[in-house]
C-alpha cells in the first residue's frame, strides 16, 4: 500500500500505479468510479491488464543500443514515442483544467493527444492549448447527421489530424458502478462541444439517457461511406476486435484501426486487446495502419503491442490519474514515464528502433509451458 504524504503535500511518483493510488485516494466517487468501472461483472476490465502479463520477452543481447530512436510516424506528424492518449471523457472531473491540461502536456512530451466528443472542454480550446501538438478528435456518427457533419468541420477547421470513429457503442454499455452511484456530470460542467443541443444542456439531465439518444443503433458500414464524402481527413475506426470487421473496414477506404475494447465499458468477456491484436493485424497484411488501447500500465507492455504488430499504443486513463495529481504537469510526469518506461525494455530488449522490435521478441507464455 502506498505510504501517506503530510497534509498538503504529494508523495513523489514513480508507476503508474502510484499516480492510480493517488487518484483513488483523492478524487470524489462519482468521478473515480465512472473512470474506474467496467462494463457488468468487468472480466474484460480485469483482462486487459492481465493479459499482457501472459506474454513474454524474449530480447537479444550484444546489439549496440547506445543510441535509441523511440519516434514514429503518425497520421499528421511525427511523435517522439510511440504511446498516446486515448480519447477519454470528462477530463474536468480529475482537475479544473481538464482537456486543456492534457493537451499542453502532449504536446509538451512530442505525442499525440486523441480528444473524445464527450469532452468537457470544447474542441477549439483544446486545439488553442494544443498550439503545435498533434492531436486527433473522436467522434461518433449520430443520429443527427447534420450535428456529425459539423463536429468534423469544427475539427478539420481546429488542425485536428485524423479523426478516429468510435463503432463499439451503438447505445451505452451497463456500467453497475454508475448505476449504484446515479451518475451525472457535475453541475458545474457540460459536454462543451454540444451547447446548442438541448438534450445536453439540461443541468438536471441524466447523462446516460441522454449520450444514449445521440447515438444510432440503425448503424451499418454505409455510415463510414458517408463519413468518407464528408472529410478528407485520414479516418481511423476505434473498436474492431475481428478479423471479419478488419477486412470489412478496409474495403470502406479507411485508414488505420484502433483495436479496442472501449476500456472494457461496453460489451464484457470481449477478449483483452492485446489478445485481439495478432488477429486484427494478421487480417490487415499491412494495408492499414493499426493501433491498440486498453491496458496499457507499463513500458514493457508498449513493446509488447509494437512486436506484435501496433504502430503505436494509446493510454487512457492513467493520463485522468495525473490530472488528478497534479494537472498538467501529472499527465506529463505519466507520460515521461512510459516514455522513459519503453526506452529502457527497448535497450534491454537489443532494440535500437522501433523497426528492431520483431515478432520474435514476444512469446505467450505457454511457449514455455507447453501442455
Request: aromatic share 8%; with cysteine; glycine share 8%.
Amino acid at each position: 500500500a502506498a505510504c501517506k504524504a503530510a497534509k498538503g503535500q504529494r508523495l513523489p511518483m514513480f508507476s503508474l500505479a502510484d499516480f492510480e493510488a493517488h487518484a483513488g485516494a483523492v478524487l470524489d466517487k462519482n468521478a473515480w468510479d465512472y473512470y474506474s468501472s467496467g462494463a457488468d461483472q468487468e472480466q474484460t476490465l480485469r483482462d486487459n491488464k492481465e493479459a499482457f502479463r501472459r506474454y513474454r520477452l524474449r530480447p537479444r543481447f550484444l546489439r549496440d543500443v547506445s543510441q535509441v530512436d523511440t519516434k514514429v510516424q503518425l497520421f499528421g506528424g511525427e511523435v517522439a514515442f510511440p504511446i498516446c492518449v486515448s480519447p477519454t471523457a470528462m477530463h474536468c472531473m480529475a482537475h479544473p483544467d481538464g482537456e486543456t491540461a492534457t493537451a499542453r502536456a502532449c504536446t509538451k512530451m512530442g505525442t499525440c493527444m486523441v480528444l473524445s466528443c464527450w469532452s468537457t472542454t470544447c474542441i477549439e480550446e483544446v486545439a488553442e492549448a494544443s498550439g503545435s501538438g498533434l492531436r486527433w478528435c473522436q467522434l461518433y456518427i449520430f443520429r443527427d447527421r447534420q450535428l456529425t457533419r459539423e463536429l468534423v468541420l469544427r475539427a478539420e477547421k481546429a488542425g485536428y489530424k485524423a479523426l478516429v470513429i468510435t463503432l463499439d457503442q451503438p447505445t451505452v454499455g451497463r456500467r453497475l458502478v454508475d448505476e449504484r452511484n446515479h451518475f451525472n456530470l457535475p453541475k458545474h460542467l457540460s459536454l462543451a462541444n454540444y451547447s446548442a443541443q438541448s438534450s445536453l444542456k439540461q443541468r438536471d439531465l441524466v447523462l446516460h439517457e441522454s449520450t444514449s439518444a445521440m447515438l444510432d443503433p440503425s448503424l451499418d458500414w454505409r455510415a463510414i461511406d458517408w463519413l468518407r464524402g464528408v472529410t478528407k481527413l485520414p479516418i481511423i475506426l476505434k473498436g474492431i476486435l475481428t478479423a471479419e470487421d478488419t477486412e470489412e473496414a478496409i474495403k470502406h477506404n479507411i485508414q488505420g484501426i484502433l483495436v479496442s475494447n472501449h476500456g472494457a465499458r461496453q460489451l464484457d468477456g470481449v477478449p483483452a486487446t492485446i489478445d485481439a491484436l495478432p488477429e486484427v493485424v494478421k487480417a490487415a497484411r499491412g494495408r492499414v495502419d493499426v493501433f491498440l488501447d486498453g491496458g496499457v500500465r507499463q513500458g514493457t507492455d508498449a513493446l509488447k503491442a509494437l512486436a506484435m504488430g501496433a504502430k503505436a499504443v494509446f493510454v487512457g486513463r492513467p493520463a485522468l490519474w495525473g490530472l488528478a495529481y497534479k494537472g498538467s504537469e501529472g499527465v506529463e510526469q505519466v507520460l515521461k514515464i512510459l516514455k522513459d518506461e519503453f526506452k529502457l525494455a527497448m535497450m534491454l530488449s537489443g532494440c535500437a528502433k522501433l523497426s528492431d522490435i520483431r515478432p520474435e521478441l514476444v512469446v505467450h507464455e505457454s511457449y514455455y509451458n507447453p501442455p
